[in-house]
């Protein structure tokens, strides 16, 4: 357990950066080109735009979408500020300054803005954190306005954002009433509003939040609202996951104890995450050791026990939450898009607090794998859910939900939080690329991105330029370049499925340890250049013998990435397919496949199909087998080409030594 | 294909047989002395007897239950016919009585008689062929008649089934109106009726409503009916499984297509089965080369592509129907027990159309397996669906529907349609034993149960008796005592599971061709001694290939038993198992155990379980496995001890030679 009680790293921003990757590159500049214009659009089409012209007085109708849809205008507006800060783009611009407009016009005078409940429910106002989600908007509403700040310079949309908080926390908090959000979000927000304004009552509030939670406030609003209740509710199928066999259960919210106490992750994996990363903002801000042993312990908990391979979590689409220990069900696995933004928000955050590499070794995989899967080559069409394994006519869940359980990626959803959430990931990878220390000099280079990022260390400016072809290969040359020499620790992460580290320092052998976390070179640097290898070569993983669905298969990696076979690319359906030597798995870079990819190929027994005419069962002993090569392709890329099959887990007929 | 037009093999009646068997002796006195008590309390306290009560005028209050609650009545005084024919009881005759009674009582002066649509819908009369169940009831009642009067050889409940039946053939048929069932069951009971009145019209009847299906009535009907339907209407539910995209797909009904057009087995698994055995009926008493035609191939598709290894049929609960070729998942299917009584009806009426041991074999399977499976080793508890494999806390569906769905069975359910037919069967056991041929003397041996039966010859009467420990042994001696001498062909089965097959007669080795149907003995017999034996061993088979769900695994056989394993026996959790040796699975008999079974015990492969801790996915290369032995039952008498995992395909990790 450590002992660290607040920061221990500072992010460095992507305004000190620039990323020159080919491989992230092709995504910043879909979501530039492609994504956020047909965002708008869809915000522009599905009502989301004119429910804030109806609160003006510019349009007229009823609300339309959910009733969080002011979230999706948020997110975008933040996924727009930070691309214009890459690169400006007069049209986004204006879209963007059109979009603030009509949020900034729709507020009302005393701060309020939540055009559903202004336009459908105004007699609800602040009456129903459980289901209305008024703290969630708002915190969008803030993170939106933080980042479009950042990016402009501009204090239109920030005020909006304090006016709004200041009314949350004129309602909430040790003077005024007890409350936490049903879904939390505001909790990050309120701290990301504190760093950017100083204004510590923002802090106080998000640690309000936190420490309400679990002490029975959500509780009591559903038995006062039972009386309540009626036609119009329209939120009765969110409702029913609060309780189990009747009674209340606070799970699904995090809100079954208080997060000091909690000791698993627990119900929806979105809200999950974005606590525990707004409790991880707090301490960063203000310490909190019971809160910190609480976060490690969670964290543990989840990634040794609840989280599928790629870094997805979330079993179930019931309650789109986390289950029990071990349940990893691979083609009813929901493993939703939001869910691993959040877990990437939430393990940045832990490093910043520790130093640890584990939680930068989690966000690679969650980032490479899960996250990525959720997102089309071209950037315009998501999954919801990502499941490791589907038939070739869709998947197991199909029947449940057409749209979020598909091998075929949407461009919208009725509830759309992920494509939005997915941009705006993207657009702020530049913030997750290099850190520094808080109390040092030490200087991380924390993720393999081509790119080049400016800092200061005694007053001297170093430019660090890194040179990479990962996640194909795993050189990295790191060019260091001073106006005058400069002493620091450059910590390098030692990606924790590389087993194998070399590195030269201006052509000279270094020795290095690769159990290490960090290869860490501390000396006086001058114009040098540091060249890495992390050994990348095909290996086979296996999962805890306690996971049912996965008992019997292995999966294939290669470097920080997952692999899956698909349909298109194997000529039997994938059950077949049973691995069938460990070292024979051979990689090789093909330009012209998605994008360009390494596949993996190999060696697979699989059972011969002759002889089955009119049969269904026959004797093992009057059967056969037969050997058949497979292709496998990065788990993020599947289903971008026809749809059809796609398995993450392979049978394996591999013999231990 | 056959050029069988009509019936080949007529079944001698229990009457002429007496059961001695060990092994079956327990299921029927269970029956007798249990489970015929206990479904009349669930008939008295469920509102069932109340409803026949509240008609009569003799008890108050609204209707109680399903609306074709009336059919479990009938199948209860059939289960109690059937078993009085064997021993009497006089309580439980007196029971039977008053519920015949009761059923007398009802029946309008017209002879209608259905009392959910006489107490709660008088005017929906014959109007909802699709939903309503009148005809389904009808059949069950016509059944339960016939068994009656067989039983006790009383009149007056035959007599109400003939005014029943008599009335519908009024209303339906070429000179009435068009229709056809929404569930087949009235079809094969009144080919009954005609056996044992000899009124053609009911045998025209029953062929009219199979010429009738699939010719758009059912359709037309939802058509009429769509203003009608309001917040009365208690079968949306399965009014819903009728339409697929909003369109009429009669499938679920097997109201897609003519049966004589029909490719392949469709819908809900209960009705398709009641159907083809009326439809075997139908051509068993009057021909029919088209129809005979269509059965046989619809019987292939079903034992080729959609059956499970335990005889059990329906791959989904939703719709309790057939899906798709190859669909067999072992964790959701349903199984449902009805749905193996109805394919045991069809199986023997194919049998007796062509004498050929393909159907004798597959109601071996299903009776030993899928359908034994369904009721609890004291008969008073019951399964409604029968997964091949469930977790430890129940079933993956348990969250549907946690009382069809559980490892624990239930004594009764809100749709009851399961208990009673499966007391019926079990309490007829003794039709299915012996046969002879319709067109010569030969006679048929079809299943191993220790017995005697009695038959002429030429006027000579026969005793053959039949002594075995099947099925856990495969030896069977048959003596054959006559008063003189008389020549008959012997036909007696040899098991589809069989590979090796000796016999002696009086103590001679007689040569034997193991790949025959029968094994045949033709000659002049006295008194004589045939003593056949099968070879029993543990087998271990494999499905086709394209059954996802048992890709890599295999099931055990042991006789006719389909094995699995159950957590009471096995240390480790059963998907850990993957087994590892062919020829070493060991049988033996364990008196003690669930009324005495043979287990079978054999080498398995499993994952070590130490070095995991704090950990979930780990290189292959890194975990290792140890040796471990495994219990297996048979798979019938499962969930009998303390509820946990079950399992019938196993992993493996065989290599083929």
Known sequence: MSDVNTRQVVAIPYENITITDEFWESWLRAIRENTLRSQYEQLATTGCLDNFRRVIGQSDGKFEGMWFEDSDAYKWIEAVSHTLSRTDDPELRERLDDVVSLVVDAQADDGYLNTYVMLEAPNLRSTNLNMLHELYCAGHLIEAAVAHHRA??????????QALADLVDGVFGPDGRDGTPGHEEIELALVELYRVTDEVRYLDLARFFI???????????????????????????ARSEFFEDGCYDGSYAQDHAPVVEQETVEGHAVRAMYLFAGVADVVLESGGTKLFTALERLWEGMVDRRMYVTGGIGSTHKGERFTEDYHLPNDTSYAETCATVGSIFWNQRMFLLT???????????????????????????????????????????HDVDPIRFSNERQDWFDCACCPPNA??????????????????????????VESEVIFSIRHTDVRL?????????????????????VPFPLH???????????ATLNGEELSVDADAEYLTVDREWETDELAVTFE????????????RADIGNVALRYGPLIYCLEEVDNERPLHHYAISETGKVEAEFEPGL?????????????????????????????????????????YYAWANREPGEMRVWLRSVLEHD
Not at 429 to 444: F, H, K, M, P, V
Not at 536 to 547: D, G, K, N, W, Y
Not at 613 to 625: K, P, S, V, W
């Open 536 to 547: 990348m070569r095909p290996e086979l993983l296996v999962a805890h013998p306690t996971v």
């Open 423 to 448: 941009a705006r990931l993207l657009a702020s990878l530049g913030d997750y690329l290099y850190a520094r220390s808080a109390s040092t000099d030490a200087i991380y280079v924390n993720h393999f």
């Open 355 to 397: 130093g640890d590499t584990q939680y930068l070794n989690l966000v690679e995989r969650t980032l490479y794998n899960g996250f990525l899967a959720g997102i089309s080559l071209n950037a315009t069409e998501f999954f919801y859910a990502n499941p490791l394994q589907v038939d070739s006519d869709g998947h197991a869940l």
């Open 465 to 485: 330029r890194q040179e990479t072809k990962y996640p194909w290969a795993g050189d990295v040359t790191l060019r260091i370049d001073v106006a005058k020499s």
């Open 594 to 634: 998605l994008n360009g990819v390494v596949t993996l190929t190999g060696s697979a027994r699989l059972p011969a199909t002759e002889e089955w005419e009119g049969t269904l069962y026959r004797l093992f002993t009057d059967t056969a087998t037969v050997d058949a090569e497979f292709t496998a392709v990065p």
């Open 152 to 161: 402009t310079g501009e204090e239109r949309l920030l005020a909006v954002a």
């Open 211 to 237: 420490d309400q939670r679990g002490r029975g406030t959500l509780k009591r609003e559903f038995e006062n609202q039972a009386e309540q209740a009626g036609d119009e509710d329209i939120w009765d199928g």
């Open 492 to 502: 390098v992460r030692v990606p924790d499925w590389c087993e194998t580290v070399s």
